[in-house]
C-alpha cells in the first residue's frame, strides 16, 4: 500500500512514476491533498493491480478523473471519493456501467 495522504507538494507526474515503478501496487490512499484533481487520477490510473483507492478530499477530481480511474484501474474493489464535490450523478453512472461491463465479461 502507498500512503501520500496529506502529502499535497507531491506532482502528478512522481505520482505516476511511483505507480508504475511498482507494478504490484494494490492500494494507493492519496487523501486530503486537496488540490490533487483529473491529473493525479490519471497518474493512479497507471496503477493496473490496484484494488483500492482513496481520494477524500482531492477537490479536483470530477467525472473525468473518476473515469480515468475506471477504466485503468479494472481490479478495483474499493474506491473511496469523500468530500470530491466535482463528481456527479455522470461518474456514478460510468462507475456503475463499467462494474456491469466487468462482470458481464467475467461471466
Known amino acids: 500500500m502507498l500512503v501520500l495522504s496529506r502529502a499535497t507538494s507531491l506532482g502528478h507526474s512522481s505520482l505516476e512514476q511511483l505507480v508504475r515503478t511498482c507494478p504490484l ?17 490519471a497518474a493512479i ?3 493496473t493491480r490496484l484494488r483500492e483507492v482513496n481520494m477524500d478530499e482531492c477537490l479536483g477530481v470530477t467525472n ?9 484501474c479494472s ?8 468530500w470530491c464535490f466535482e463528481i456527479s450523478n455522470l461518474g456514478v453512472d460510468l462507475l456503475y ?3 456491469e461491463n466487468e462482470q458481464g465479461r467475467r461471466r
Do not use: P, Q, T
Not at 492519496?30 to 491529473?39: I, L, P, Q
Open 25 to 41: 501496487l494494490e492500494a494507493v490512499d492519496v487523501s486530503h491533498c486537496w488540490a490533487f484533481g483529473d491529473r493525479v487520477a
Open 45 to 47: 490510473s497507471c496503477g
Open 75 to 82: 481490479r478495483l474493489e474499493h474506491l473511496s471519493l469523500k
Open 97 to 99: 456501467n463499467e462494474y
Open 64 to 72: 473525468i478523473g473518476l473515469a480515468r480511474i475506471v477504466v485503468g
